[in-house]
T-cell receptor, first 112, second 117 residues
Framework: DQQVKQNSPSLSVQEGRISILNCDYT??????FLWYKKYPAEGPTFLISISSIKDKNEDGRFTVFLNKSAKHLSLHIVPSQPGDSAVYFCAASTTGTYKYIFGTGTRLKVLA | GAVVSQHPSRVICKSGTSVKIECRSLDFQATTMFWYRQFPKQSLMLMATSNEGSKATYEQGVEKDKFLINHASLTLSTLTVTSAHPEDSSFYIC?????????????FGNGTRLTVT
C-alpha cells in the first residue's frame, strides 16, 4: 500500500525552464509535507516543506504547492539549473510524529 | 547548518558477521534519531526510531534482534546489523531533527552502503 506516490520516475527539462515534480498521497491524516533532493550514494537533503494549513510555500527558486482536496502536491523549480539534476523525493507525515512516508522518487535531469 | 554524520559510508562484510553503523549529530543534540533503509530504485523505509536513553521503537516487520539500535548519548546512535546475510545488503541512512518545533524537518546523514557477500 503506497501511501505516497510519485508517478513519474524521471523528468528531463531544459536549463532555464520550469521543472514540475508531482506527488500524490492517499492518507488524509497527513498534514506535513516535504521535498528532499538526493544524489547517488548520499543522504537526502531537505529542500522545502509545507504544512496543510497552507497551499503554497516559496523559497528562492523552489515553490511547493499543496492541493488538499486532490491530495496532491507539486514542487516547482524555476529556473532549472544543471546542478538541480538529482532524484527528488516527496515525503508526508502527521504532525507530532516523524514517521515520514516517502515516495519512490523522480529523477530530474536538467539539460544544459 | 545542521550536520548529521554517518560512518562508515561503505562496508563489505561476509555473511554471518555483524556490522556497526554510527550516526552522529555534529552541531546539535538529538534526543531522537531515525534509521531508514533504501533498496535500489525504491523509497526510503523507516526501520526504527532511536530514543536517547531508552529502547528503540521498531516499525512493523523490522526484526529488533537483527537490527540492534543503541542511542547512548545525545549525539550518537548506532545500528548494528547482526549475523548479516546477503538480503541485508542495502543503503542505510540515519536522520535527526534539529529544531524543537513539532514540524522541524529531518536532516539525513550520507548513508552507509552495506554489501554482504
Amino acid at each position: 500500500d503506497q501511501q505516497v506516490k510519485q508517478n513519474s520516475p524521471s523528468l528531463s527539462v531544459q536549463e532555464g525552464r520550469i521543472s514540475i515534480l508531482n506527488c500524490d498521497y492517499t492518507n488524509s491524516m497527513f498534514d506535513y509535507f516535504l521535498w528532499y533532493k538526493k544524489y547517488p550514494a548520499e543522504g537526502p537533503t531537505f529542500l522545502i516543506s509545507i504544512s496543510s494549513i497552507k497551499d503554497k510555500n516559496e523559497d528562492g527558486r523552489f515553490t511547493v504547492f499543496l492541493n488538499k482536496s486532490a491530495k496532491h502536491l507539486s514542487l516547482h523549480i524555476v529556473p532549472s539549473q544543471p546542478g538541480d539534476s538529482a532524484v527528488y523525493f516527496c515525503a508526508a507525515s502527521t504532525t507530532g510524529t516523524y514517521k515520514y512516508i516517502f515516495g519512490t522518487g523522480t529523477r530530474l535531469k536538467v539539460l544544459a | 547548518g545542521a550536520v548529521v554524520s554517518q560512518h562508515p559510508s561503505r562496508v563489505i562484510c561476509k555473511s554471518g558477521t555483524s556490522v556497526k553503523i554510527e550516526c552522529r549529530s555534529l552541531d546539535f543534540q538529538a534526543t531522537t534519531m531515525f534509521w531508514y533503509r533504501q533498496f535500489p530504485k525504491q523509497s526510503l523505509m523507516l526501520m526504527a526510531t532511536s530514543n536517547e536513553g531508552s529502547k528503540a521503537t521498531y516499525e512493523q516487520g523490522v526484526e529488533k534482534d537483527k537490527f540492534l539500535i543503541n542511542h547512548a548519548s545525545l549525539t550518537l546512535s548506532t545500528l548494528t546489523v547482526t549475523s548479516a546475510h546477503p538480503e541485508d545488503s542495502s543503503f542505510y541512512i540515519c536522520s535527526a531533527s534539529v529544531g524543537q518545533a513539532i514540524n522541524s524537518p529531518l536532516h539525513f546523514g550520507n548513508g552507509t552502503r552495506l554489501t554482504v557477500t
